[in-house]
């Protein structure tokens, strides 16, 4: 029952951009979208999030759309190191539980 | 330290056996999360608790499972009877009270190999 809709893989030259798309086409008003990478099978690392407006930080920008059915995680300068499986949430509305619904998420290999 | 910690970092059982893991969240946060993930599989959430309430249960996959918090930060998850289906890598998560806009930060999980 995850909430968004991701393309199972993708490949990304070393040093290019890498744009992650995430679609969230139930997404509420007041429901904020995460992103987050898991590489093999470490605990998942917090990444960014947003509500409405596009967002950036040391490892990433999040561009999401003005009707806020969908987003785009970029890295801007993609290496190696980045290669991962990246997980695109949204959390489900209150209802006694603000639990996390992880979907199968986005296999990113960058290429050398 | 400053991250969510988790203990054991690895643990081999007999089948049959009780297992034991324990999470310290991040100091102040009042939300935690366990979550369960199986070799080459996704995250699938057991349990969630403010405080050291439990208002939701409702991933915990059978009464073998279960969990506790104590003083508003560590938590234990109890494992019974363990099965080899129980084997997987179980990640503790934490995060300020669980309001949409607060991220949740996870740990590096405990690997639990049951033979």
């Known amino acids: 029952d995850a909430k968004t809709t991701q393309p199972p893989s993708m490949d990304c030259a070393e040093g290019r951009a890498a744009n992650l798309p995430c679609n969230h086409s139930t997404i509420s008003g007041n429901e904020y979208v995460y992103w987050y990478r898991q590489i093999h099978s470490q605990g998942p690392q917090y990444i960014i999030h947003?509500?409405?407006n596009n967002e950036t930080n040391e490892m990433a920008s999040l561009i999401i759309t003005e009707d806020r059915k969908s987003s785009t995680l970029i890295l801007p300068h993609a290496t190696l190191r980045d290669t991962a499986v990246y997980y695109c949430?949204?959390?489900?509305?209150?209802?006694?539980?603000?639990?996390?619904?992880f979907g199968t998420g986005t296999r990113l290999k960058v290429l050398a | 330290g400053a991250g969510v910690s988790q203990s054991p970092s690895n643990k081999v059982t007999e089948k049959g056996k009780d297992v034991e893991l324990r999470c310290d969240p991040i100091?102040?946060?009042?939300?935690l999360y366990w979550y369960r993930q199986r070799l080459g599989q996704g995250l699938e959430f057991l349990i969630y608790f403010q405080g050291n309430s439990a208002p939701d249960k409702s991933g915990l996959p059978s009464d073998r499972f279960s969990a506790e918090r104590t003083g508003e930060s560590v938590s234990t998850l109890t494992i019974q009877r363990t099965q080899q289906e129980d084997s997987a890598v179980y990640l503790c998560?934490?995060?300020?009270?669980?309001?949409?806009?607060?991220?949740?930060?996870f740990g590096e999980g405990s690997w639990l190999t049951v033979v």
């Open positions: 998560a934490s995060s300020l009270a669980g309001f949409s806009g607060n991220t949740i930060y």
């Open positions: 949430i949204v959390r489900l509305p209150y209802s006694g539980t603000y639990k996390y619904i």
């Open positions: 947003g509500l409405k």
């Open positions: 100091s102040g946060h009042t939300a």
